[in-house]
């Protein structure tokens, strides 16, 4: 039987060091992902989204100070500094679910509260642009810049 408390671990800590291969190799082929930024992934779009999030990162730390994991099903606590694209420093607190399948993660929900985080990344523009109506632009931006680092991987 799989450990999958271990896989939570291993996973978070392979983000911590900016790597996004571990990180994309422990979902399975049929994951699915969702957060408040990219909204629904599948498949490979999740592990691409780690990969251009760990490629791009520059001062990122992550910490995981709690996680579990009982059958099938596990949580975790994880918290993530760094500084965003805008040249403004974050630290996201975010709460993630999973279900796992022979080793690998099938689901994987993240939440964290989408306004506090863009008043963190955006500043002043964060306020309008973290409610609920414009969540709609940032999510459009995030999805935008996954399928362009797809292009280009493709492409390489």
């Not at 509260?113 to 523009?125: C, E, N, T, V, Y």
């Not at 309008?128 to 459009?140: D, F, I, N, T």
């Amino acid at each position: 039987m799989a450990d999958n408390a271990k896989l939570i671990a291993d996973f978070y800590e392979a983000f911590d060091r900016k790597d996004g291969e571990a990180m994309a190799r422990a979902y399975a082929p049929d994951a699915r992902f969702r957060d408040p930024a990219f909204g629904e992934l599948s498949g490979e779009e999740a592990g691409d989204m780690w990969r251009m999030l760990t490629s791009r990162a520059t001062d990122l730390r992550v910490e995981l100070p709690e996680h579990e994991a009982h059958g099938d099903e596990g949580t975790a606590r994880w918290i993530a500094d760094y500084t965003f694209r805008t040249g403004r420093h974050v630290t996201n607190d975010i709460r993630a679910r999973f279900r796992f399948r022979d080793g690998r993660i099938v689901e994987h929900a993240d939440s964290f509260s989408f306004h506090k985080w863009a008043r963190q990344a955006l500043g002043p523009a964060g306020w309008v642009l973290g409610l609920p109506v414009a969540r709609g632009l940032v999510r459009k931006k995030a999805r935008g810049d996954l399928e362009s680092y797809r292009s280009e991987r493709a492409l390489g």
